[in-house]
């Protein structure tokens, strides 16, 4: 039974197309058509009243009335329609085209006359492939074939291009080699831990802090040090001997190689050197000049202000700065002018500048370590975990590390792009290191991950992750036994004592 309110006029089936119904209703704008999906054979056998699959549409428009139509048995899908003034017209239905991807990129559709097939290299050069080569399940697959599993620096090289994956296999890289340092000693299970787990440690460990001046070109400032948030500084990538100038020197040294003068910069006033920041802008803008002279004009009139620094509060250069640092395009140079023109004990106005971009999650993170009290900081980083774990950031794992709120980043991370080839690679190489807490998450991931390479046909690949997710597991327990013919006693394998052979007993 079609449950549609009447009068209706006239319903006819369309004579050369199966399970299309056309109804009009009286003085009716539109013609209403119904694809019955799985007609029965034969609808006027039945007696009870049966729910039909079908897809409803309508042709015509406001404004314009039908008296009447009728289907034409020479033209497919095509009826005639008039109008209360004797006005003819012909339309012409359209077939709705069914289509469908397969997990190698090929497109196939269907329609009354018959299933046609496009091969995955004809859609590159089509103007879909845009569209369809960027979707997460074509991307996953040109990864896998490129390399994409445990090999972190594989890894780093097949996703240059993308900054959020590179980052969390470069913190993955820099966690592994701080361990094999040793420079991590106070970690227990958590091989793979955020600066969020590890400023939990300092909780009630008061004697463990020293607060005391910054010293150098800024004394009035001073900075917390503690085992734990050194640790913390260290997995923000700040892996630099702060005690050792030449150790800092490198560091910044690297910055300015990158092109990141202002960061560099900035950091070295958080460490007290305002003429070794003057300098590297000064050294900034020399190398600006050659490619972006904004840029080098910006750098050298922020250097010559840098350069007028006094400790005195009351001096006039604060009041200008303070009123003007905001102006800044760039966020390292806001919050270089905010650390230097700020009370000394307010350094959330240094964390939260007031530009377009923000400073660098880790570089945040490692700052808030030096200069915010237990509490703050605390409070700070635990309400940054949570925002970047509702949010699904993977640059969050820097705060989280594979803690259970790691997890839970992580499998937002999947709900939002789809990418469950990172989770469970990143779930792999956490336990192939010894990650003692399991989450059924990992093996869900690992799971959907292999059976998507068993459907791109990567045997391969799919036989490589198998291999390398289980080196780490202990030998698995015997399963088939011979036992002797006459005693019935079970034969077995065993190694003598220092020696390589083995005997039967």
Known sequence: TLDRPGPFVKLAWCPNRSGLLGALRKDSSVVRLFDIQQPEPDLTALEDDITLPLLEHTIGSKGKQYHSFTWLNAQPCTMLTIGPEGDVGQVTICERIPLDLSPLGEVSYGSESGLFHCAAEAIRTSDVAGVLLGDISMRMRRRAMEGYGLDIAKNMATVKDDRELLRIWKWLEMVSRLKSEGKLKRLVNNPFPGVQTMLELEKGDDGSRLFHSLGGDIPRRHKYISEARTSSMLLCGWDFDETDEGSLDDFLKRLELNNEFERAATIALFYGHVKKAVNILLGGSSEARRGDPQ???????????????????????????????????????????????????????????????????????????????????????????????????????????????????????????????????????????????????????????????????????????????????????????????????????????????????
């Open 295 to 505: 840029r080098a004009g910006q750098l050298n009139l922020i250097s010559m202000a840098l350069a007028g620094y006094s400790d005195n509060q009351s001096a006039l250069w604060h009041e200008i700065c303070r009123q003007r640092k905001d102006e800044a395009d760039d966020a390292y140079l806001v919050a270089a002018f905010a650390f230097l023109t700020s009370d000394p004990n307010d350094f959330e106005t240094v964390l939260t500048p007031k530009s377009k971009s923000g400073l660098l999650l880790e570089d945040r993170l490692a700052s808030a370590c030096m200069f915010l009290d237990s509490d703050k900081l605390l409070g700070y980083v635990n309400d940054l975990a949570s925002r970047y774990a509702k949010a699904g950031l993977l640059d969050g794992i820097l705060l989280t590390g594979l803690s259970e709120m790691g997890v839970d980043l992580l499998q937002r991370y999947v709900e939002k792009t789809g990418d469950v080839q990172t989770a469970s690679l990143v779930a792999c190489f956490a336990g192939s290191q010894g990650l003692s807490f399991i989450d059924r998450r990992f093996e869900a991931w690992i799971d959907a991950y292999s059976e998507l390479l068993d459907s791109w046909q990567l045997w391969n690949e799919r036989a490589s992750l198998d291999v390398q997710r289980r080196s780490g597991d202990a030998r698995p327990p015997s399963q088939v036994f011979v036992t002797c013919n006459y005693c019935g006693k079970s034969v077995r394998a065993k190694r003598r004592a220092g020696e390589g052979a083995e005997e039967v007993a």
